[in-house]
């Protein structure tokens, strides 16, 4: 389906994947990477990206789904127009769901979209530099930041408030109190 409005490829953030299909209508479980089924309302299109090179977006291809309905709650469905059976809606399964960045409401205060965080420098409370944030695992107990030093070297670190000093936007700056071991030669 195309969209004569449809977003740049660099405007669109990642919030979740498709879950499992549900029921005989083509709807579709939604899979939230953060917060909750909120991220629905008001939403009336997602969108696909295939094939999307590391080093751009050249040779990326995007599809636009419109919504026909939304269902909120614990366990948020789905269903896309044109995606009318179980059949059908199990190829958008396991696929990665982007909306553009201006669609996602403020962060909640004290929080920040991830997308946001990706690319941060982070270092600890005396200003050491300690590497760029270059993603963020999630996992049940808590975020684990992937943070890459200057020499390359990648570093797992645990986001959990006790470790968190700050987020310094104008600096570009995540702080941290990293525990004895992680960031220790």
């Known amino acids: 389906m195309s969209d004569d409005l449809a977003p740049e490829v660099t405007d669109l953030v990642a919030i979740g994947k498709f879950g499992r299909t549900h029921g ?3 709807d579709v479980r939604v899979r939230f990477y953060k917060g909750d089924a909120s991220r629905l309302a008001g939403l009336t299109r997602l ?3 295939k094939n999307v090179p590391a080093n ?3 040779g990326a291809a995007m599809k636009t789904l419109e919504i026909e309905r939304a269902i909120g709650g614990i366990d948020p469905k789905v269903k ?3 995606y009318d ?3 059908q809606t ?3 399964v396991n696929q990665e769901i982007f909306v553009p960045r201006g669609a996602l409401p ?4 004290g929080e920040e979209y991830v997308f946001n965080l990706i690319g941060m420098q982070v270092e600890d409370e005396t200003g050491a530099n300690l590497g760029a944030l270059e993603s963020v695992e999630s996992y049940p107990a808590n975020d684990v930041y992937v943070i890459r030093d200057q020499s390359g070297q990648e570093r797992l670190f645990p986001a959990v408030p006790e470790f968190m000093v700050r987020i310094d936007k104008p ?3 995540i702080v941290i109190r990293p525990p004895k071991g992680i960031f220790d030669e």
């Open 80 to 82: 896309i127009v044109g």
């Open 85 to 87: 059976t179980p059949e």
């Open 47 to 49: 969108y696909l990206i």
């Open 171 to 173: 600096r570009n700056t």
């Open 56 to 58: 751009g977006t050249t």
């Open 106 to 109: 403020p962060a909640p205060a």
């Open 90 to 92: 199990r190829g958008l």
């Open 24 to 26: 005989v209508a083509g």
